[in-house]
Structure formats: structure tokens, C-alpha cells
């Protein structure tokens, strides 16, 4: 029993838990999940678009996906509102390092900023936690291509691979199990899409139902953030056996 100590989100319990942060957590576990995972010549991440009607007229701007600076994107899972909020301040801080110092912001730096506005919402009075985690994928000359999870408690760490939301258990256990370090981006493509079609709580996996976007350096050295398009998507569904062909369908 919580016995009111979750009323604010400045209050312990007697048993160290500060039940607020613990609830934000919980918000996330019904949102759509988003898995990320690092190869070694790039950063994959896939997301779960969850579709509530079919009237709703499906925005030609992502869901799950977004550029924070041309070298760092990171996927959501949680209260878009919220989101939008911190991929903004994200942004600007961004610009704002790049400005001062002509270079661009370390990923892992960029990330403890993002996370310490997030903690300051956890230790004051009047305010809630953000109900959002992010996968944060990036590339820098120190550390090359970097894979960072936070939560809304304002903690963040790297990982090599990592799920967040709906069914998040079941998907870093099959990921523990199946991911190897020296994978490529191919590779890791088709275990993320392995991983979702097997946490996912809807039955057949279709373009519709996600987003797949990848981080990764060209030839010239540039580093590139692409998003897939639903034909790519579906090629790739195919390709893996994770889907039917279109015409088995109609």
C-alpha cells in the first residue's frame, strides 16, 4: 500500500520509493514499444505505431522517430505531449553547443542535459514527472555510434541493445539471447523486426503498424539518419518472413 505517500512526487515512502516516479513508469508500459540496437556500423531503431482508428488520417511526420541534430535521433515511448516538450529543448541545446563551439554536441553530453531536466521534475513540489522514455541513438568522433536509454526518473545508461514500453521484458529477453556485438546493420534490422513481431500485441506486423529508422555514416564520413518508407518497410517484412506478400492478401 502506497498510504498517501504518492500524493507528491517530493515524498518518500518509509521504504525509499517515491511512488510517483514508480506511476510515470507505469504509463510508459502501456504505451507502444520501441526497441533500439547497436551495430557495428550503425544504430537501428523500430517502433510501434499504435493505430486507434482507421479514420484517422496518419501524419506524413513521424511517430515514433525523431532528429534531435543531424548526428542524434532518438525513439519514444510514453505521452507524446510530453515528448514534444523535451525533443524541443533537446533541439536547442543542441544548436546552442554547436553555435558556441563549432562542432557537434557529444551524444552522451546531449543526453545527461535531456536527463537532468527530466530529474528536476522528480524533486520539486507542484510538478510530475515527464511519462516518457527515450532511445537515443547517435554517432560522435569520441565514441563513435553510441545507444543511450533514459526513463522519467531522469537516469540514463548505454546499452547495446534495449526495449522500452508495452511488453518491454519479454523483448530484452529474447534480445539477450539473440544479439551478437560484431552484427551489422542488416542483421540487426531483421532481429528488430524478429523482436517486435514477437512482443507486439497485435497478431500480423505491416508497415502500418511501425517505424523503422536508422543512423549510420556514408562513404563520405557524414553521418546519416534515415527513415523508411512503408514500401521499404514492407520489403523488408517480406524479406525477413516476418509478413505475407501484398498479393497473398488480396
Not at 546493420?185 to 512482443?199: D, I, P
Request: hydrophobic share 35%.
Amino acid at each position: 500500500m502506497s498510504r498517501r505517500y504518492d500524493s507528491r512526487t517530493t515524498i518518500f515512502s518509509p521504504e525509499g520509493r517515491l511512488y510517483q516516479v514508480e506511476y510515470a513508469m507505469e504509463a510508459i508500459g502501456n504505451a507502444g514499444s520501441a526497441i533500439g540496437i547497436l551495430a557495428k556500423d550503425g544504430v537501428v531503431l523500430i517502433g510501434e505505431k499504435k493505430v486507434t482508428s482507421k479514420l484517422l488520417q496518419t501524419s506524413t511526420s513521424t511517430e515514433k522517430m525523431y532528429k534531435i541534430d543531424d548526428h542524434v535521433a532518438c525513439a519514444v515511448a510514453g505521452i507524446m505531449s510530453d515528448a514534444n516538450i523535451l525533443i524541443n529543448t533537446a533541439r536547442v541545446q543542441a544548436q546552442r553547443y554547436t553555435f558556441t563551439y563549432q562542432e557537434p554536441m557529444p551524444v552522451e553530453q546531449l543526453v545527461q542535459s535531456l536527463c537532468d531536466t527530466k530529474q528536476g521534475y522528480t524533486q520539486f513540489g507542484g510538478l510530475r514527472p515527464f511519462g516518457v522514455s527515450f532511445l537515443f541513438a547517435g554517432w560522435d568522433k569520441n565514441h563513435g555510434f553510441q545507444l543511450y536509454m533514459s526513463d522519467p526518473s531522469g537516469n540514463y545508461g548505454g546499452w547495446k541493445a534495449a526495449a522500452v514500453g508495452a511488453n518491454n521484458q519479454a523483448a530484452q529477453s529474447i534480445l539477450k539471447q539473440d544479439y551478437k556485438d560484431d552484427a551489422t546493420r542488416e542483421e540487426v534490422v531483421e532481429l528488430a523486426l524478429k523482436v517486435l513481431s514477437k512482443t507486439m500485441d497485435s497478431t500480423s506486423l505491416t508497415s502500418e503498424k511501425l517505424e523503422l529508422a536508422e543512423v549510420f555514416l556514408t562513404p563520405s564520413g557524414n553521418v546519416k539518419y534515415h527513415v523508411h518508407s512503408p514500401e521499404s518497410l514492407t520489403k523488408l517484412l517480406v524479406k525477413h518472413g516476418v509478413t505475407q506478400p501484398a498479393a497473398e492478401t488480396s
